[in-house]
T-cell receptor
Framework: QKEVEQNSGPLSVPEGAIASLNCTYS??????FFWYRQYSGKSPELIMSIYSNGDKEDGRFTAQLNKASQYVSLLIRDSQPSDSATYLC??????????WGLGTSLAVNP | GAVVSQHPSRVICKSGTSVKIECRSLDFQATTMFWYRQFPKQSLMLMAT?????????EQGVEKDKFLINHASLTLSTLTVTSAHPEDSSFYIC??????????????FGPGTRLTVL
C-alpha cells in the first residue's frame, strides 16, 4: 500500500515565525512531490512542486526533498495569519495519480 | 496555473434525486480527469479516474452504478450522483493533471461542488 504520512497537527506558530511542515512517503518509485494549500471550504491550490533532492525556494516558501530518507518538507518563512490553512503533501503515483497525505493544519497566531 | 471550472458550486437536493456535476478544463485538453470527495475535516479521497472516450476507473469501495462518470469530450467530465442520500453530502472536487503545461505531474483542481442531500 503506497502511503504518504503527515502530522495532522494542528501546528501553531506565532506571526513572523518559521513554520515547518513534514511529510514521508513509502513508494521509492515516486519522482514528483507537491505541496498544496487548502483553506476551509475551498479546493486545494498548488504551492510548490519538487522533483530533485535538495531545496527549492519560491518567495517565503522552501520545499526540501530527500529521496534517500523518503522525506519532503515545506518551510514557510515570516508566517502570516493568511497562511493558516491545511497543507496537503502529494507524491506522484501511477497513471498520473497523486498519493495524498491527510494534511497538516497550520494556525498562525497574530 | 491552468483553470478548471466546476458547476454547480453548491447544490441542495432531496433524498432519492440525482445530481450532475460538471468539470471543465478551460486551458488545455484533458484525456484524464480525477474526481475526489472530501468530508469535513478529512483529506481528499480519490473516487475515480475519468477517461475520455472510455469507461471510468473507480477506486476500491466506490460504487460505479451510484457515481456515474462521463467524459464525452477532451474538456468536459461529468459526475452524476444517482439516488442521492444524506450520507452522500460532501464536497466533490475534480482535478486535471498537467500534460503539456509545467510543472509536470501537477494536478489543477476545480473550485469544488458542495452537495447537501436533505
Amino acid at each position: 500500500q503506497k502511503e504518504v504520512e503527515q502530522n495532522s497537527g494542528p501546528l501553531s506558530v506565532p506571526e513572523g515565525a518559521i513554520a515547518s511542515l513534514n511529510c514521508t512517503y513509502s513508494d521509492r518509485v515516486s519522482q514528483s512531490f507537491f505541496w498544496y494549500r487548502q483553506y476551509s471550504g475551498k479546493s486545494p491550490e498548488l504551492i510548490m512542486s519538487i522533483y530533485s533532492n535538495g531545496d527549492k525556494e519560491d518567495g517565503r516558501f522552501t520545499a526540501q526533498l530527500n529521496k534517500a530518507s523518503q522525506y519532503v518538507s515545506l518551510l514557510i518563512r515570516d508566517s502570516q495569519p493568511s497562511d493558516s490553512a491545511t497543507y496537503l503533501c502529494g507524491a506522484g503515483g501511477n497513471n498520473r495519480k497523486l498519493i495524498w497525505g491527510l494534511g497538516t493544519s497550520l494556525a498562525v497566531n497574530p | 496555473g491552468a483553470v478548471v471550472s466546476q458547476h454547480p458550486s453548491r447544490v441542495i437536493c432531496k433524498s432519492g434525486t440525482s445530481v450532475k456535476i460538471e468539470c471543465r478544463s478551460l486551458d488545455f485538453q484533458a484525456t484524464t480527469m480525477f474526481w475526489y470527495r472530501q468530508f469535513p475535516k478529512q483529506s481528499l479521497m480519490l473516487m475515480a479516474t475519468s477517461n475520455e472516450g472510455s469507461k471510468a476507473t473507480y477506486e476500491q469501495g466506490v460504487e460505479k452504478d451510484k457515481f456515474l462518470i462521463n467524459h464525452a469530450s477532451l474538456t468536459l467530465s461529468t459526475l452524476t450522483v444517482t439516488s442521492a442520500h444524506p450520507e452522500d453530502s460532501s464536497f466533490y472536487i475534480c482535478s486535471v493533471p498537467a500534460t503539456s503545461l509545467p510543472p509536470r505531474d501537477t494536478q489543477y483542481f476545480g473550485p469544488g461542488t458542495r452537495l447537501t442531500v436533505l
